[in-house]
């Protein structure tokens, strides 16, 4: 048995992140009275019927660039959980040493002596005089998330874990009807951001997210991250201070996508003179993806003279072809308008026509569509209007190769397969594109010829001199008969 010591706490500055976590953890929901009301704990029953309700969101999950003070957030919601009586909680890292140096040194500073009944160095067990239990565990094994039932889970850093951590340890949530929040910097489209971040975006029952940068901390300086930004790489830099959803190892388009992205009106006008109109003589594309078990989806591009221009999206469910059907032609808005589609897809062709939409049909070859959307971005010739286009952006930004191995005898397959996730809109840019088939011409001369008139004058004649030679030669193989080269 150790004695607990609890060191001086850091300030604290209110943080609009931070508090709208805490009231988000504190809604409940009163079955009896049918209201909803925000718990001061240890008080959690409804004021006007003085039943437990339950809670609101059981999945809070806060995605953070560092130094923002995430932990703060995981440590303030553990210690008010553990006011109430009686409960038993688990504060949890990714290893040891982070479990030592920035979970428990958290509680530290929030729990002082008065609350403790004992503290257990060697099993990591902090019992409070009010009867509750808060245990620190380490997860560098998912096995180490068995055990007791529990009323809150609080893991730090959990992209660093695997999703099959947490099915492990959520199974001590049930009984006892607890909440789990999870705070970590993130690590692109993880199972972080498709489990716990993404329903949350999706409006979920029972989830809570947001996402904090770096700056949001009082305490952090912009001069302080401008001298950071200068000395990393980018797609590092978003990650870990931006808290951005970076691409990583396996995605299709990597970062060639980012610098093709139009955020401001300006940027805009430089590829679309008219901006914010758009010219009716324009040619307009649609690529569209069917489907009866994911979303119908579609994107419109525009061709301009320098490339081609992502400008609206369409991305819906459970809706009938005439609806569908409706929206394609308020999302193309124009005379001029090409379609295209899977050459697969039969019987969707068929009903769209019944509406007067007739579609292209395009190369379904994901590998050939997906490199011919990536010479297009290479060249700096496709473009995404980020307020006009942010499904398409986000899925493309995720879409990635799958494994390469077959989960039926663990072979590898002979032909590249993409993930089949949220892929509709990336399907329907692939289609669009296969079916344009040239970049616009350059407007940068491909073999330009060094400006000679900084050299001496003998230099530059004598190089003029090789030059009018070469181009002699060159005219003189251009016209000459090879059919007189073979008979000789």
Same mark, same amino acid.
């Given at each position: 048995?150790?004695?607990?010591?609890?060191?001086?706490?850091?300030?604290?500055?209110?943080?609009?992140?931070?508090?709208?976590?805490?009231?988000?953890?504190?809604?409940?929901?009163?079955?009896?009275?049918?209201?909803?009301?925000?718990?001061?704990?240890?008080?959690?029953?409804?004021?006007?019927?003085?039943?437990?309700?339950?809670?609101?969101?059981?999945?809070?999950?806060?995605?953070?660039?560092?130094?923002?003070?995430?932990?703060?957030?995981?440590?303030?919601?553990?210690?008010?959980?553990?006011?109430?009586?009686?409960?038993?909680?688990?504060?949890?890292?990714?290893?040891?040493?982070?479990?030592?140096?920035?979970?428990?040194?958290?509680?530290?500073?929030?729990?002082?002596?008065?609350?403790?009944?004992?503290?257990?160095?060697?099993?990591?067990?902090?019992?409070?005089?009010?009867?509750?239990?808060?245990?620190?565990?380490?997860?560098?094994?998912?096995?180490?998330?068995?055990?007791?039932?529990?009323?809150?889970?609080?893991?730090?850093?959990?992209?660093?874990?695997?999703?099959?951590?947490?099915?492990?340890?959520?199974?001590?949530?049930?009984?006892?009807?607890?909440?789990?929040?999870?705070?970590?910097?993130?690590?692109?489209?993880?199972?972080?951001?498709?489990?716990?971040?993404?329903?949350?975006?999706?409006?979920?029952?029972?989830?809570?997210?947001?996402?904090?940068?770096?700056?949001?901390?009082?305490?952090?300086?912009?001069?302080?991250?401008?001298?950071?930004?200068?000395?990393?790489?980018?797609?590092?830099?978003?990650?870990?201070?931006?808290?951005?959803?970076?691409?990583?190892?396996?995605?299709?388009?990597?970062?060639?996508?980012?610098?093709?992205?139009?955020?401001?009106?300006?940027?805009?006008?430089?590829?679309?003179?008219?901006?914010?109109?758009?010219?009716?003589?324009?040619?307009?594309?649609?690529?569209?993806?069917?489907?009866?078990?994911?979303?119908?989806?579609?994107?419109?591009?525009?061709?301009?003279?320098?490339?081609?221009?992502?400008?609206?999206?369409?991305?819906?469910?459970?809706?009938?072809?005439?609806?569908?059907?409706?929206?394609?032609?308020?999302?193309?808005?124009?005379?001029?308008?090409?379609?295209?589609?899977?050459?697969?897809?039969?019987?969707?062709?068929?009903?769209?026509?019944?509406?007067?939409?007739?579609?292209?049909?395009?190369?379904?070859?994901?590998?050939?569509?997906?490199?011919?959307?990536?010479?297009?971005?290479?060249?700096?010739?496709?473009?995404?209007?980020?307020?006009?286009?942010?499904?398409?952006?986000?899925?493309?930004?995720?879409?990635?190769?799958?494994?390469? %191995?077959?989960?039926?005898?663990?072979?590898? +397959?002979?032909? *590249?397969?993409?993930? $089949? /996730?949220? &892929? =509709?809109?990336? @399907?329907?840019?692939?289609?669009?594109?296969?079916?344009?088939?040239?970049?616009?011409?350059?407007?940068?001369?491909?073999?330009?010829?060094?400006?000679?008139?900084?050299?001496?004058?003998? %230099?530059?004649?004598?190089?003029?001199?090789? +030059?009018?030679? *070469?181009?002699?030669? $060159? /005219?003189? &193989? =251009?016209?000459? @008969?090879?059919?007189?080269?073979?008979?000789?």
């Amino acid at each position: 048995m150790a004695k607990w010591n609890p060191i001086p706490a850091e300030p604290l500055f209110f943080q609009p992140h931070q508090d709208a976590f805490l009231k988000a953890r504190r809604l409940r929901h009163c079955k009896v009275c049918k209201s909803e009301y925000s718990v001061t704990p240890p008080n959690i029953v409804c004021p006007i019927c003085n039943t437990v309700g339950n809670r609101k969101f059981d999945r809070l999950t806060i995605i953070a660039g560092r130094r923002f003070g995430k932990s703060r957030f995981g440590s303030i919601a553990g210690a008010e959980e553990a006011t109430i009586p009686n409960t038993i909680g688990w504060a949890c890292a990714p290893s040891n040493p982070k479990l030592e140096r920035y979970v428990i040194p958290a509680f530290q500073q929030l729990i002082p002596t008065q609350w403790v009944e004992s503290y257990n160095s060697e099993f990591k067990d902090l019992r409070l005089k009010n009867g509750s239990l808060i245990h620190f565990q380490t997860l560098e094994d998912p096995d180490q998330g068995r055990g007791q039932g529990l009323d809150w889970l609080w893991i730090d850093e959990v992209c660093e874990l695997t999703e099959m951590h947490w099915n492990v340890i959520r199974p001590s949530l049930i009984d006892r009807k607890g909440v789990a929040f999870f705070t970590t910097s993130p690590r692109s489209y993880d199972w972080v951001y498709e489990k716990l971040y993404k329903p949350a975006e999706d409006e979920e029952p029972g989830y809570w997210a947001c996402r904090a940068q770096t700056r949001d901390n009082p305490k952090i300086t912009q001069d302080e991250l401008d001298r950071e930004k200068a000395q990393m790489p980018d797609a590092m830099y978003r990650q870990e201070y931006e808290a951005d959803f970076v691409t990583f190892t396996g995605a299709v388009y990597g970062d060639i996508l980012v610098p093709q992205i139009l955020r401001t009106d300006g940027e805009i006008k430089l590829i679309i003179p008219e901006w914010p109109e758009i010219a009716d003589w324009r040619q307009v594309l649609i690529g569209i993806d069917t489907g009866a078990d994911h979303p119908f989806g579609a994107v419109k591009l525009i061709s301009t003279e320098k490339g081609l221009v992502v400008v609206g999206e369409y991305l819906e469910r459970h809706k009938s072809f005439i609806e569908h059907a409706a929206a394609m032609k308020r999302l193309g808005n124009s005379s001029n308008i090409k379609w295209a589609i899977n050459r697969n897809e039969r019987q969707p062709m068929i009903e769209l026509a019944q509406h007067q939409i007739f579609c292209q049909k395009a190369e379904n070859d994901v590998v050939a569509g997906t490199e011919r959307v990536k010479t297009w971005l290479h060249n700096h010739k496709l473009w995404f209007i980020e307020s006009k286009c942010p499904l398409t952006i986000k899925q493309m930004k995720a879409y990635r190769w799958a494994e390469n %191995v077959s989960p039926k005898d663990g072979q590898s +397959r002979l032909k *590249e397969k993409v993930y $089949k /996730k949220d &892929d =509709e809109l990336p @399907d329907c840019l692939r289609y669009s594109v296969i079916t344009w088939h040239q970049l616009p011409k350059t407007e940068i001369d491909p073999n330009p010829q060094r400006d000679l008139s900084a050299l001496p004058t003998d %230099v530059r004649a004598t190089i003029e001199r090789v +030059r009018r030679v *070469e181009d002699r030669e $060159k /005219k003189k &193989d =251009e016209t000459q @008969d090879v059919t007189l080269d073979f008979w000789t």
